[in-house]
């Protein structure tokens, strides 16, 4: 072990990775990217990871491109490819030129796979590429009066063969070529075969190696885990413009979570290790594009205990929150609700409701220290409300020492320990002075059952 790894931080990485392994076993992966990641050589780290993924029991479904080694072979020859909006004009003349350059680059992709030096990240990895004619097509034939020729788009993923291979450990390596059931090859969009592939196989993830996973003209800068209703929003108010390559790849994502697949992440194809960091650390590095949100606010269940006694145990001992004992979380803990974040509890809180008062307390409200100031509380406080309403509560209150002007913010009003419910008045503990702070509810607001 080298003195610059930090044994603790590598012991706290690999422990929470595991939930993850656990979970994408067995599952299907399809990881998109161009040729530019052979061209710059930042492919041989990427082969490592997916040699890596491979080794946990995940499927491997890989959709190659070969954009710059077609361009330099027609340049070598003394060729131009013409474009359309949807897409190249593929001349029978061009086609030799473009099958080497796909060659090329399904040579190098399974080469860069079967490295295996000793003291390598692939020693011992032994991948098998597994590829031949999975991807059936047809041509795009002639749009606005250009005939595209021998460029097409997929007609059939042959998923039976597909699956067979992934369930004999195989990668299976699809480059950007189809046959047509006449027998003539088609170059194809590697988007299109990977869109196709993922839907015929159900895959859990497609992963798109990118230049920029950053997506613009968001609300929250920097956001980085949008729902399809978020990309619906997006690509309504760029309607009408140009077709840029983020919006075509936004319109993609949304159609292949409309047809099943689960999450779609654009991942920056220049960092190294991108790959494992975006599937295997809670907050990924990329930008994740999923069918429900990520991240929720949800009734907590007995299973939460655990998480809910980690966030509350540091303010007891700094005496914003009262001390609970375990046995008291796990009495109450029908009363909390809390935010999981693709399976971590990162905030809770509870609401203890006095029915005849019709007045409900808000009570240990606490978010982890990697994810505040940035509206989880406010949150949890808005289901809290809308629960309470559902309840035919009229009021809320809290009892604060240190978050009192947090709350004054959001609408509570300084008030009296008389003006507590009996019940609750009577277990006021006066040495801590907590500050009581009531706040009407608006009682047309949404409640939840």
Request: with cysteine; aromatic share 6%.
């Amino acid at each position: 072990m080298t003195d610059s790894l930090d044994p603790g931080l590598f012991i706290r990485g690999f422990r929470e990775s595991s939930p993850y392994i656990h979970r994408f076993r067995g599952k299907t992966f399809v990881i998109v990217f161009g040729g530019e990641v052979l061209a710059d050589g930042s492919f041989s780290s990427i082969a490592s990871d997916i040699a890596l993924l491979r080794s946990l029991g995940i499927g491997i479904v890989l959709a190659c491109g070969a954009g710059p080694q077609i361009e330099d072979r027609l340049k070598a020859a003394g060729m131009t490819m013409e474009r359309t909006w949807a897409g190249p004009v593929v001349s029978r003349d061009l086609m030799p030129e473009i099958l080497r350059a796909v060659g090329e680059v399904r040579f190098s992709v399974e080469a860069a796979l079967s490295r295996g030096v000793s003291d390598s990240p692939m020693s011992g990895a032994e991948v098998r590429v597994m590829g031949g004619n999975l991807v059936v097509s047809r041509p795009l034939g002639v749009i606005e009066g250009v005939d595209h020729h021998f460029y097409g788009t997929p007609r059939h993923i042959r998923s039976e063969s597909i699956r067979s291979f992934l369930e004999e450990g195989m990668v299976v390596l699809l480059p950007p070529l189809g046959v047509s059931l006449s027998g003539d090859l088609f170059l194809l969009s590697p988007e299109d075969v990977a869109q196709e592939a993922a839907i015929a196989l159900s895959a859990s993830k497609v992963l798109f190696l990118v230049d920029d996973p950053v997506v613009r003209g968001l609300p929250e800068e920097g956001q980085r885990e949008l729902t399809d209703r978020d990309v619906s929003s997006l690509l309504s108010s760029r309607s009408g413009g140009d077709q840029t390559p983020e919006k075509a790849l936004l319109e993609r994502a949304s159609r292949m979570l409309g047809a099943g697949v689960e999450r779609v992440h654009l991942v920056d194809r220049h960092r190294d290790g991108a790959l494992l960091l975006e599937l295997f650390t809670r907050d990924g590095c990329g930008t994740l594009v999923s069918s429900d949100p990520f991240e929720a606010i949800r009734p907590a269940l007995p299973t939460d205990v655990p998480g809910i006694l980690d966030l509350i145990r540091p303010l007891e001992v700094k005496g914003i929150l009262v001390d609970r004992s375990r046995e008291a979380v796990e009495t109450d803990v029908g009363r909390y609700a809390v935010t999981h974040r693709d399976g971590k509890i990162v905030a809770c809180v509870a609401l203890y409701p006095y029915p005849e008062a019709r007045t409900g307390e808000l009570a240990c409200l606490a978010v982890h220290p990697d994810y505040r100031r940035s509206g989880r509380a406010t949150h949890l406080l808005s289901w809290c409300e809308r629960k309470a309403v559902s309840l035919g509560l009229e009021r809320l209150f809290v009892l604060s020492t240190q978050s009192r002007e947090w709350f004054i913010e959001r609408g509570f009003s300084a008030s009296r320990v008389e003006d507590l419910p009996p019940e609750r008045r009577r277990a006021y503990i006066p040495s801590r002075r907590s500050h009581v702070l009531f706040k009407p509810l608006d009682r047309k607001m949404p409640g939840i059952g």
